[in-house]
């Protein structure tokens, strides 16, 4: 329909103005679905423990700490921090091995003409789309014969070999786009690939590296399935299986704790998030389009 | 893939025409190439293509874990079959994958459309709509869920206004798979991201063009649009999909640590789980992943093939 053929001609300024704000209502629906999980579980915190369901208001009258002091005593006689502590581990040794095994495999893709390249390279893509449970049982054997069980190698050993295509194939798209010049340079000055690694490439793929960091941490956090696979000891548990301990051991005595430690266990995740946001969404977009 | 096809136009052959120092030069960058790959090859071997092998070899014996694999050929795969737990989850999983990707899908793309519009607010609308893909995994938002879905909570309390009452999704066997989808659904922000990247690389001309020639906002979606996000929409009905069919936690920490009232959430990574890591039957669960594998590698294969009918490649312009 063009405006010739209408009879009724509105102005443009007019219809922008309605386009405007149909679109912000549109937009606004979408935000408030999507941030009321959020904002409730923030509320229920601090809810007193019986109003957390029976209540339907968002946000409690008046705000109690009783969930969170409840979380002062543990759990089963295991302190809160505990969980906290080896999550924290977790996170930070996967955080080390992704960024280091990444970088050095996807520099080798990406700088290095080597015989077998793409053979490699096509192997490396295709463990992207392997569903992990063909690797669970073999590797649950294995790491049980090395005596790693109830410990954090098996959950962080993949980390440091690089076997998370994903990150790999993040880096090697970035180091790709770095300008050309600059290691032919580097080359022609004597640095070994050691040097350019080392002291252009890595720099220049900040981006990249702070990407795949933030995201192999919060995946960590988030981990469920590893730890409740391999850790049996509960003062080894990570904060997913603290809070499934909880739920199963005081899950209906102390319903405000779990949901207070819930909402605790979110918050680094979602800080990263905000502090990185840029960098993880617009690392996301590059890799699913190259 | 760019890449794979860049790699390939290395100059190969010619080698007697190299002089020496050439040929020292390249043995040297395969040296050094090898040496900064070797963490990746190690895993590679180790925790990837060795692992493969010994779940291939499992899936044909009975093991327990404490006496040593036995030979069985193919009982795993025919007690598996026959099995209705077996097949219950396959349905279970079915039913998620079928009803969840597409709803997920559609959703983003809807979403992507209307943040492709340059307005005031775009990018925080972006940031707070790609935040669940980052949390929705976490066990805190299964106890969120499953507290949302239960009985007398909001969602039960909405549709009592509708006159349907089933006493909450969680408790429900018809339901809880449902609250499972929404909770996937909810994670929409991670393809609407993709989506979004897609539709800024559609040239402004073409749609300049198409309204010169009168065509609507619905035409210009179905001729242009869709077309040239082909690509996109195919990355992420592929990766959506393999997604879906490995679902766990949710149906760990949102339903119940049995997967569910009556088996309803009992999805195949559960009935795996419960299979090699609660009865240690390594060998059934083995021959459920190699299962597993090949439905994945089937559909991967059969969304390929149709790619050819509905995805649009640019004549590599470039």
């Known amino acids: ?290 | 893939m760019t890449l794979v096809k860049e790699a390939s136009v290395r100059p190969a052959g010619k080698r007697s025409a190299v002089p020496a120092a050439g040929r020292r030069g390249r043995r040297r960058e395969n040296l050094a190439g090898y040496l900064f790959m070797s963490p990746w090859i190690a895993g590679f071997l180790l925790l990837t293509a060795g692992p493969m092998i010994a779940s291939l070899y499992y899936a044909f014996t009975s093991y327990n874990l404490f006496t040593p694999p036995q030979w069985v050929g193919l009982d795993n795969f025919t007690t598996m079959f026959q099995d209705p737990r077996w097949q219950k989850s396959v349905q279970v999983t079915l039913k998620y994958v079928v009803v969840a990707t597409p709803l997920k899908l559609l959703l983003a793309l809807g979403v992507a459309l209307l943040l492709a519009q340059k307005r005031r607010g775009q990018g925080l609308y972006r940031a707070a709509f790609y935040m669940p893909s980052l949390i929705g995994a976490s066990v805190s938002v299964g106890f969120v869920w499953r507290a949302l879905f239960s009985d007398d909570a909001i969602v039960d309390r909405t549709q009592k206004v509708f006159g349907l009452d089933v006493g909450g999704w969680i408790g429900n066997p018809d339901y809880v798979i449902y609250a499972l989808v929404a909770l996937s659904i909810w994670q929409f922000g991670a393809p609407m991201v993709i989506f979004l990247a897609g539709l800024k690389q559609v040239p402004r001309e073409l749609y300049e063009a198409a309204e010169m020639d009168g065509a609507g906002p619905i035409r210009r979606f179905w001729n242009i649009t869709l077309p040239m996000i082909s690509p996109v929409l195919f990355f992420n009905v592929l990766l959506e999909s393999i997604h879906a069919f490995q679902v766990f936690g949710s149906a760990y920490v949102v339903s119940d640590t049995r997967c569910g009232p009556a088996d309803a959430t009992l999805v195949y990574t559960c009935y795996l789980y419960q299979k090699g890591f609660k009865e240690a039957q390594m060998g059934f669960a083995s021959a459920m992943a190699w299962t597993l594998v090949v439905a994945v590698a089937l559909v991967t294969a059969v969304l390929f093939w149709s790619q050819k009918k509905w995805v649009h490649y640019e004549e590599a312009a470039k």
Request: charged fraction near 15%.
């Open chain 1, 1 to 290: 329909m063009t405006s010739a053929t209408n009879p009724v001609v509105r102005t443009a300024g007019e219809r922008r103005r309605t386009g405007s704000i149909a679109w912000h209502v549109g937009a606004l629906a979408v935000l408030a679905v999507v941030l009321y999980p959020v904002i409730w579980v923030v509320g229920a915190a601090f809810k007193p423990s019986k109003d957390i369901i029976a209540s339907i208001d968002l946000l409690p009258a008046k705000p109690v700490w009783a969930n969170f002091s409840g979380l002062a005593d543990g759990i089963s006689g295991i302190s809160i921090s505990s969980f906290f502590m080896n999550s924290l581990m977790y996170a930070v040794l996967a955080v080390v091995g992704v960024v280091v095994s990444s970088s050095l495999t996807a520099y080798a893709f990406a700088k290095i003409r080597f015989a077998g390249r793409n053979l490699l390279f096509t192997l490396m893509i295709g463990t992207l789309l392997l569903p992990y449970h063909v690797l669970l049982i073999p590797q649950y054997v294995m790491f049980r014969k090395l005596e790693f069980i109830d410990t954090l190698v098996p959950l962080v050993a993949g980390k440091f070999l690089a076997t998370e295509a994903f990150f790999v194939f993040l880096m090697v798209q970035f180091m790709r786009g770095l300008p050309r010049e600059l290691d032919e340079a580097a080359k022609l000055d004597g640095c070994g690939h050691l040097r350019t690694y080392w002291s252009i490439v890595l720099p220049l793929c900040r981006p990249a590296i702070i990407t795949s960091a933030i995201f192999t941490f919060i995946n960590a956090w988030n981990d469920f399935m590893g730890p409740l696979i391999y850790l049996n000891t509960p003062s080894k548990y990570t904060v997913s299986l603290g809070l499934m301990m909880f739920r199963d051991q005081e899950g209906i005595s102390n319903y405000g704790s779990m949901i207070a430690m819930s909402l605790v266990a979110l918050v680094p995740v979602i800080a990263f998030f905000m502090a990185f946001q840029r960098y993880l969404i617009d690392g996301m977009a590059t890799s699913g389009l190259k």
